[in-house]
């Protein structure tokens, strides 16, 4: 993958000798959650183009795009642009998206918001065999059933090329959610309180005897969960890097980042966490690193070698190198990873939060971030199954922003990235595999390109 400006957050990269290059000269390499981007595997590096820690894209200083603004438009002046968002100032862009609370500068200059482009999709949006969308009116029984049928599947699937996402609409639900490789469970209500799941929403380790080192490839975002003594007394997510929580609301006991059911083996090392509340405690146990960004919680305990806090509310007390604890007060800028909802018409839309500066805890209290949302017809929605790298390069050169439904993807050239704002959205860790020895995706100079939620794997040529 190749980059000029834009840099990259919860993306995720897997096997030896792929490099993602950015903006930035500074290679990162190893596992670091959060912090622009996540690489994993042996040999894995990555660079970050500066955009904060746990951000999702950056606007390189404010500069401005497409000469002024959005093709034209000034997105905080509330001028209308020809495929943008709404500004901060109130106006309507023909592309049809709504700005809560404006993009923001930087630098003196304008920001192109997400979103925007002439592409318009018509139709429903489809969004293919592995994207599993339940509802209240189901019935938890039926739900459950095929969340346990998915998820003996996928719980020891380590190398495996099957990718699930859950979409779980507003309402309540008793559910044991066990989240496993390569799935995804999604809220898609406006808050992650809109989807209140009692019961759990869960990683454990049991298929390693209790030992989660190796439970990686796994995220949940949006929703809330009442965890039930039943199941765990404390929701569990026990993990080991390429994982995120994020958007999440734990309203009763904590979350324990450890199998306590694994006995002597209950390792775990590593995983992040933002922009979530925590009503309880988070029990780190045997976890020997991990990140937390914007977290609102009532008390952390424990920790190994290296915990890192940063922009949160409830930190533990003590510094290193007398604890394992590493603070940022505020998280310096930041643009949170952009969510689906569904409203009460049915209608999709992606929310592409625009950028915060020095912010501590939640995003989504009683004031909500500024964010652009983007109407679904703005997508070109890919299949792993149907769509080549000329498909999506077609759709992408037509205006469209670009989500990747759950699946691998086996690309004979690169994606081409050239639109400013253009937004690129991956479901259950979508898998983008470079067959020619081609890049995976170049990103061309320019402004406000989000990619978030997309695994990319070397191929076995070198790229």
């Known amino acids: 993958m190749q980059s000029s400006k834009s840099s990259w957050g919860l993306v995720l990269i897997a096997s030896s000798g792929l490099i993602v290059a950015c903006s930035s000269s500074t290679k990162r390499s190893g596992v670091e959650p959060g912090d622009g981007a996540v690489a994993t595997g042996s040999g894995a590096t990555s660079s970050s183009g500066g955009a904060g820690i746990g951000a999702t894209s950056s606007t390189n200083g404010g500069a401005t795009a497409n000469g002024g603004g959005v093709n034209g438009g000034t997105p905080n002046g509330g001028t209308t642009g020809a495929g943008g968002a709404t500004s901060s100032g109130g106006a309507t862009s023909n592309g049809g998206a709504t700005a809560n609370g404006g993009a923001g500068t930087g630098g003196g200059g304008t920001i192109t918001p997400p979103g925007g482009g002439d592409y318009t999709a018509s139709g429903p949006p489809d969004f293919g065999p592995n994207v599993f969308i339940f509802d209240p009116s189901m019935g938890d029984a039926t739900i459950q059933s095929k969340l346990d049928g998915i998820f003996a599947d996928q719980q020891t699937n380590q190398f495996g090329s099957s990718r699930y996402a859950y979409f779980f609409k507003p309402g309540k639900y008793n559910l044991d959610v066990q989240i496993g490789f390569y799935m995804e469970a999604l809220g898609l209500g406006a808050s992650p309180d809109d989807v209140s799941i009692t019961g759990a929403v869960r990683a454990m380790a049991k298929w390693n005897q209790g030992n989660a080192t190796l439970n990686f490839w796994r995220l949940a975002e949006n929703l809330s969960v009442t965890p039930t003594s039943a199941i765990n007394k404390n929701d569990v997510w026990a993990t080991s890097q390429a994982t995120a929580l994020r958007r999440i609301h734990v309203t009763s006991g904590g979350v324990n980042l450890f199998d306590p059911e694994g006995g002597p083996n209950e390792w775990a090392s590593g995983g992040f966490i933002a922009d979530s509340k925590i009503d309880g405690t988070v029990v780190s146990g045997s976890q020997q690193q991990y990140l937390t960004r914007n977290v609102t919680m009532q008390q952390w305990s424990g920790g190994v070698w290296n915990m890192v806090f940063v922009g949160n509310q409830g930190n533990p007390?003590?510094?290193?190198?007398?604890?394992?604890?590493?603070f940022v007060g505020a998280t310096p800028a930041l643009r949170e990873k952009p969510y689906l909802t569904i409203d009460g018409s049915g209608d999709y839309s992606v929310v592409a939060p625009t950028v915060t500066q020095n912010t501590t805890g939640i995003s989504w209290g009683a004031t909500a971030a500024p964010s652009t949302t983007i109407p679904i017809s703005k997508f070109y929605i890919a299949h792993a199954?149907?769509?080549?790298?000329?498909?999506?390069?077609?759709?992408?050169?037509?205006?469209?922003?670009?989500?990747?439904?759950?699946?691998?993807?086996?690309?004979?050239?690169?994606?081409?990235?050239?639109?400013?704002g253009t937004l690129i959205l991956g479901l259950g860790l979508a898998t983008l595999t470079p067959d020619q020895g081609t890049p995976a995706m170049t990103v061309a100079d320019v402004d406000s390109v989000t990619v978030a939620g997309v695994l990319f794997d070397a191929g076995a040529t070198n790229s």
């Not at 007390?317 to 590493?326: A, F, I, K, Q, V």
């Not at 080549?388 to 205006?399: E, M």
């Open 317 to 326: 007390t003590g510094t290193w190198p007398g604890s394992p604890y590493t």
């Open 385 to 420: 199954d149907k769509d080549s790298a000329d498909t999506i390069n077609t759709a992408l050169a037509a205006g469209a922003n670009l989500i990747l439904t759950p699946g691998v993807y086996h690309l004979a050239s690169a994606l081409a990235v050239n639109r400013a």
